[in-house]
């Protein structure tokens, strides 16, 4: 248990469909992250928000939409997305956001796009 | 173009055997690295990290050696064990300047056999 929960944790959609992942942390830690695991392909940074504002997209499709209301809660809205979208969608916050500093991961939720 | 990778997907040792995961890294401006271990159906968790200013870092059981000349980094468990069977990254990042990205490997999952 890292102290950073995300629900759900198993989502099956059909590409019109529009869905929503949530993530919370409960570590006060005031950066947050989203990233994103394909089959076969390394961990890649889809957002960064810091003190709830958004510092990084790293040229992520508008069909992805982040939300971060306060420091604890993070989303991600889904919007006609494609079946190469599936993946496990990971969040993660740190205390600060700074490089060196360790990141705590969520379990993921695991995102089947049909 | 992989920037960390991590070329044995799989690795599997003998209880109280040396495990060794090897980590290479193309770009030169990284300056800090990290280890990160998951098990299934949970998020990955930090386990250990160098600076580009260091060599070596150990942390109990866990040893983590860098070649900057080489651009590789390993990580020796010693004496492996059962439990530390998981899906071992290896991040990289650069501290100055760039953006606020963890450049991840692909995973190596170490199994190790009572």
């Known amino acids: 248990e890292t102290g950073v929960t995300q629900t759900p944790r198993h989502l099956v959609m059909g590409m019109t469909n529009k869905k929503s992942l949530k993530c919370e942390q409960h570590?006060?830690?005031?950066?947050m992250y989203w990233y994103k695991q394909s089959a076969k392909k390394p961990l890649e940074l889809m957002f960064v928000?810091?003190?709830?504002?958004?510092?990084e997209n790293n040229s992520v499709p508008s069909r992805f939409s982040p939300e971060c209301p306060n420091s604890s809660h993070l989303f991600l809205h889904l919007h006609t997305l494609q079946p190469e979208d599936s993946a496990l969608y990971l969040c993660?916050?740190?205390?600060?956001?700074?490089?060196?500093?360790?990141?705590?991961f969520g379990p993921g939720t695991r995102l089947t796009v049909l | 173009d992989q920037q960390v990778k991590q070329n044995s997907p799989s690795l599997s040792v003998q209880e109280g055997r040396i495990s060794i995961l090897n980590c290479d890294y193309t770009n030169s401006m990284f300056d800090y690295f990290l280890w990160y271990k998951k098990y299934p159906a949970e998020g990955p968790t930090f386990l250990i990290s160098?600076?580009?200013?260091?060599d070596k870092n150990e942390d109990g059981r866990f040893t983590v050696f860098l070649n900057k000349s080489a651009k590789h980094l390993s990580l020796h468990i010693v004496p492996s064990q059962p439990g530390d069977s998981a899906v071992y990254f290896c991040?990289?990042?650069?501290?100055?300047?760039?953006?606020?990205?963890?450049?991840f490997g692909k995973g190596t999952k170490l199994t190790v056999n009572p």
């Open positions: 928000y810091n003190f709830k504002e958004q510092t």
């Open positions: 993660a916050s740190s205390r600060r956001l700074e490089r060196r500093v360790e990141q705590f």
């Open positions: 570590l006060g830690h005031n950066a």
């Open positions: 991040a990289a990042t650069r501290t100055q300047g760039g953006s606020e990205k963890l450049v």
């Open positions: 160098i600076s580009s200013i260091k």
